[in-house]
């Protein structure tokens, strides 16, 4: 004979039995205990009011000066120049006793002469270095334009490019005017000729 478990077949009704019970003291929970609701509070914030504030435009002001206005001449009875005076009246007599300006500066006309063989210096063209010159540290090159005759003698001579207020000058013209040359020669023939020196000064 097979045996039934107690259990086994009453298993549905106590299934339904619990959840009866459940349900039941869940409802129960609910009436007995209040409710709490949870309420949220927010501070109120201060409202900031904001003022607007209207800023005059700055004014720039011109400080320019006008434009001067241009001169009207004014007729007047009392003018010195008569209005029937004619060319002829004028005396222009007086104009010619005016300064009149100074006539240019008339130096030695050079005149180029032809050569064959150019003028050469039978001696080292050496001059005296001015003492202010040593003293200021000053150099420079002078080229002196020189006349050397026939017979290789310097007549003339002419500062084509010097160093002025130094003494540099003086000194050159005065080295080559103390320098015998071999004069120029044209076809066999000595001639005076113009010829260009350059003079060299240096500090050593």
């Known amino acids: 004979m097979e045996v039934i478990n107690p259990l086994k077949s009453k298993y549905p009704i106590i299934v339904r039995l619990t959840i009866l019970i459940g349900i039941f003291c869940i409802i129960l ?3 007995i205990f209040p409710r709490f609701i949870n309420t949220v509070e927010f501070d109120e914030a201060e409202q900031v009011i904001i003022e607007n504030i209207d800023i005059p435009q700055t004014q720039q002001i011109d400080n320019t000066p006008p434009p001067a ?5 004014v007729p007047s009875d009392d003018e010195d120049i008569a209005d029937d005076l004619t060319l ?3 005396d222009f007599d007086d104009f010619s006793n005016m300064d009149a300006p100074p006539p240019p500066p008339s130096g030695p006309k050079v005149v180029f002469i032809p050569y064959d063989d150019p003028p050469v210096a039978m001696s080292p063209i050496r001059p005296k270095y001015p003492e202010i010159a040593q003293e200021a540290g ?5 080229v002196v334009q020189a006349f050397i ?3 290789g003698r310097v007549k003339e001579t002419i500062i084509l490019k010097g160093v002025p207020n130094t003494g540099l000058d003086e000194a050159a013209m005065e080295a080559i005017r ?4 071999r004069p120029a020669k044209q076809r066999e023939r000595s001639v005076g000729v113009w010829i260009s020196i350059p003079v060299n000064f240096r500090l050593k």
């Open 88 to 90: 002829d009246e004028l």
């Open 69 to 73: 206005r241009p001169s009207i001449p």
């Open 149 to 151: 005759d026939e017979k």
């Open 138 to 142: 000053i150099e420079g090159v002078v």
């Open 178 to 181: 103390s320098t015998r040359f």
């Open 29 to 31: 929970n609910f009436l």
